[in-house]
């Protein structure tokens, strides 16, 4: 039981270090944070809008050459080459094999 209260004592006994440090930011560190987070959210914004209208932009033009080319294309035999063909937009279709 000695034993027991002397290691009882050893544990109260203990010193610990233990070291806080606490830093301040000032009012104007803070606000040129926040104006540089608004600056590089508004160039987000506004380069995903033009980035988008871009896109559409493309998108339409690709939607209306499709629809002229369906429109010019004709159909042919997937066993007939004609000259008359040549240079025209032409649609096959069949079974592919490989040999």
């Known amino acids: 039981e000695q034993a027991k ?3 009882k004592m050893a544990d109260e006994n203990e010193v610990f270090d233990e070291v806080t440090e606490e830093t ?17 959210g508004l160039i987000l914004f506004f380069g995903a809008g033009g980035t988008l209208f871009w896109n559409e ?3 339409a033009r690709r939607y ?16 007939v080459v004609l000259p008359e063909n ?8 069949g079974t592919a094999t490989t040999e």
């Open 5 to 7: 209260k002397n290691s």
């Open 24 to 40: 301040t930011e000032g009012y104007g560190s803070r606000l040129g944070s926040s104006f540089q987070g608004i600056c590089l």
């Open 57 to 59: 932009g493309r998108a």
């Open 64 to 79: 209306v050459a499709l629809a002229q080319g369906s429109k010019l294309a004709m159909e042919v035999k997937n066993n």
């Open 86 to 93: 040549e240079g025209k937009l032409v649609v096959i279709s």
